[in-house]
């Protein structure tokens, strides 16, 4: 029997120290990968009065890259109660409580129970892991199926589907709608690069009734699902701790809770758990923008919001621009940050149910100095062009329904390249022309934004520069990109570049390139008495090692092999090596560089992972 020592490990690569026993066989081989060293995460509520905060759960989560020794990362999702879900992670869990503590006061934490370990030498308690109570219901029974699966959940950042209003019966149509809604967003646009990092399952619990519930009552459903009216709007949930049992029940495998409620119209909700609905139209626009929300950790890019931060948000033109590497050159601006000349004198989000005595009309005036202006709107419940006339001071804007839209929600953009003179008022307004639609035909959003010429506005696609955004009380923020991005266009389906190199950035906090690395021994083809020390490197197929079509960003995997500090120029690039047994022993280092177009800036060194090693023992039992 040989031993096979294996010490150490570099950056955030985790790899064993555990001794490896490999016998004189062949040895297909050993995992040396740590992968023990997963951190804390305690969940609690904090409700809006930030009084009363209640625990939900302590467990150990999935590695964070990124995350030392003493840190804790505190991240609050809101929930659609108002409340706040608040997730603490540690890896030990005396450094959890100093900041639990910030949001629940300096008191125990009820079902959480405490005790001291031991007072190290600064007289500081230690506390061990408590044992906690069960706060949340027993999970519900899930049936959960793979839809993509790259690798590992450990190792990778895992969405889920959770069915709420599909009858038994209707399992298949939920497999379906979720499969369409991963495909939609992972297959060409919007996730497609980062596809190797996530997996997507669908997780089905039948409900008792089929769809989801109005008027804020919810039907007998899983997670009871329900719109507040009849109008497409916001979807609900009245039953969190469930939904909360259920993902946590999947351990690893579940980052991204999706409830998907069975309805075929517009409606979701962003936060601690996403919702959406599997419309045609619209399910997969709602499911990439809150993804967008909850993954990456931006606010809007639209107008009329209240929530703008990330890297796609500056408050402030003067200081440093977070996208300042992708700033389109400019022989014009030099070196002055550029600011696109736009304004916008009217904005509003009415959902309102539209009637045929009374128009819906808003007066805004103008300041009348803009070449060009575009009306924006949504409306739901409004399948045909004679339903509805939209007028600008009077003018027709001959609004068409998209086809096909039938009665789900749709936005409208209306381009004009005339001055909106500044003499008087202007009114833009919706007359319902058919009575049968009372009741759903409805007005959801409605915006008129100014723009300067092409030369003051440059309005093209690709166009990095600072864009005013305009809030609902009018404050000016500034974005990346004018419609590149689906934070601010819903309806189209890419990231701009700055939020997609956050989504790279915020991804590989959660996934290593390296999933694994085995050692093993295989006899010698040439000499079968002879042994070969064999290392295989499981990286995660990105760049050259993508398994299906490539994609269109350049992309290249460096990886180098080193041995007691010398690099092994032969392996440069190699994933597997084989090294005469006589050469085995030694300490191995491999170091993994990945690049992309899609990221620019990495100051963490998340491109960049790696470890050591060291082989003790050789293979065959004579030497
Ligand atoms: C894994 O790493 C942790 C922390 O560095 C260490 O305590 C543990 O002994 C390691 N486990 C193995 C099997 O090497
Ligand atoms: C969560 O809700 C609070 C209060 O309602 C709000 O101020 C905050 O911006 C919300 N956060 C997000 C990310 O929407
Ligand atoms: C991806 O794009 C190709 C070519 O443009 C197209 O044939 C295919 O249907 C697309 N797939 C999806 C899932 O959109
Ligand atoms: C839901 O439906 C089941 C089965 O039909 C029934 O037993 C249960 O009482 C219902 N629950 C509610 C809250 O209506
Ligand atoms: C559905 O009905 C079954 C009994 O038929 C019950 O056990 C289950 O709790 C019900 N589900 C909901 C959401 O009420
Ligand atoms: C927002 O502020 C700008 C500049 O002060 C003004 O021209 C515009 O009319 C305002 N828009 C709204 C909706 O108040
Ligand atoms: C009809 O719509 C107008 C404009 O939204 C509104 O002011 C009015 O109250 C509505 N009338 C009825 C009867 O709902
Ligand atoms: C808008 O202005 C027109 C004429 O200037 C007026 O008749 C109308 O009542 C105004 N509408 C609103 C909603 O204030």
């Given at each position: ?37 997963r951190p804390f995460e305690l969940l609690l509520e ?7 905060c209640r625990f939900i759960g302590l467990r150990k989560t ?10 804790a990362?505190v ?11 608040i997730s603490i992670i540690a890896h030990e869990v005396h450094d959890i409580w100093p900041k639990a503590y910030n949001f629940c006061g300096d008191k125990e934490i009820p079902y959480l129970h405490r005790t001291v370990e031991h007072i190290d030498?600064?007289?500081q308690h230690v506390y061990a892991v408590p044992k906690q109570e069960n706060v949340l ?107 909360r049992?259920?993902?946590l029940?999947?351990g ?372």
């Amino acid at each position: 029997m040989n031993l096979l020592k294996l010490a150490g490990f570099l950056s955030s690569c985790y790899l064993s120290s555990a001794s490896v026993v490999v016998s004189g066989e062949h040895n297909p081989g050993t995992s040396i990968l740590n992968d023990t060293n997963r951190p804390f995460e305690l969940l609690l509520e904090l409700d809006r009065t930030k009084t009363e905060c209640r625990f939900i759960g302590l467990r150990k989560t999935q590695k964070l890259r990124g995350l030392y020794p003493g840190d804790a990362l505190v991240k609050t999702l809101n929930t659609s109660s108002g409340n706040e879900r608040i997730s603490i992670i540690a890896h030990e869990v005396h450094d959890i409580w100093p900041k639990a503590y910030n949001f629940c006061g300096d008191k125990e934490i009820p079902y959480l129970h405490r005790t001291v370990e031991h007072i190290d030498r600064e007289g500081q308690h230690v506390y061990a892991v408590p044992k906690q109570e069960n706060v949340l219901p027993p999970p519900p029974k899930l049936e959960v199926e793979p839809l993509f699966q790259s690798g590992p959940s450990q190792n990778r950042v895992d969405l889920v589907f959770f069915s709420d209003g599909y009858l038994e019966e209707e399992k298949q149509k939920f497999l379906d709608d979720a499969m369409r809604l991963a495909e939609d967003i992972s297959y060409n646009q919007t996730f497609n690069t980062v596809r190797p990092l996530l997996n997507f399952w669908a997780a089905f619990t039948p409900s008792n009734e089929t769809g989801i519930g109005v008027g804020g009552k919810p039907k007998n459903t899983t997670y009871g699902l329900y719109r507040d009216g009849t109008e497409l709007r916001g979807v609900y949930y009245s039953n969190p701790d469930l939904a909360r049992a259920a993902c946590l029940s999947l351990g690893t495998q579940c980052d991204y809770p999706i409830l998907m409620g069975n309805d075929p119209l517009y409606g979701g909700l962003g936060g601690e758990f996403t919702v959406i609905t599997p419309s045609l139209a619209n399910g997969p626009l709602v499911l990439r923008h809150e993804l967008g929300h909850s993954v990456i950790d931006v606010g809007e890019e639209y107008d009329g919001g209240f929530a703008y931060f990330g890297v796609n948000a500056i408050h402030d033109p003067s200081k440093p621009i977070s996208w300042s590497h992708w700033l389109t050159p400019l022989e014009t601006s030099f070196g002055n940050p550029r600011i696109e000349r736009s304004v916008m004198p009217m904005q509003a989000y009415p959902w309102t149910l539209l009637n045929t005595s009374t128009p819906w009309s808003i007066n805004f005036t103008s300041a009348g100095t803009y070449p060009r202006h575009i009306v924006r709107f949504s409306l739901s419940g409004l399948p045909k062009a004679e339903d509805l006339l939209v007028e600008l001071d009077g003018v027709d804007l001959k609004w068409k329904p998209r086809a096909d839209i039938g009665v789900d929600r749709w936005h409208y953009d209306v381009q004009q390249t005339t001055f909106l003179d500044s003499a008087g008022s202007h009114e833009v307004k919706f007359s319902l022309k058919n009575k049968d639609l009372e009741g759903t035909a409805q007005l959801c959003s409605v915006e008129i934004l100014e723009f300067g010429t092409e030369d003051e506005f440059i309005s093209a696609l690709g166009h990095y520069s600072l864009f005013p955004t305009f809030s609902d009380k009018n404050e000016t923020t500034y974005r990346p990109t004018n419609e590149d991005c689906l934070m601010r266009i819903v309806t189209t389906p890419n990231f701009c570049k700055v939020c997609l190199e956050d989504l790279w950035r915020s991804l590989l906090h959660r996934v290593d390139f390296i999933d694994d690395v085995v050692t093993g021994c295989k006899p010698s083809p040439v000499w079968p008495w002879e042994w070969l020390r064999t290392i295989d490197l499981r990286l995660i197929p990105l760049a050259q090692f993508r398994e299906e079509e490539s994609v269109a960003s350049k992309e290249t995997y460096s990886i180098t092999w080193s041995k007691n500090g010398r690099v092994l120029e032969q392996f440069k690039d190699q994933t597997y090596i084989e090294v005469d047994d006589r050469e085995g022993p030694g300490v191995y280092t491999i170091d993994v560089k990945f690049a992309t177009e899609e990221v620019r800036y990495d100051p963490e060194g998340l491109l960049t992972t790696g470890g050591d090693f060291s082989v003790s023992e050789f293979c065959s039992k004579k030497n």
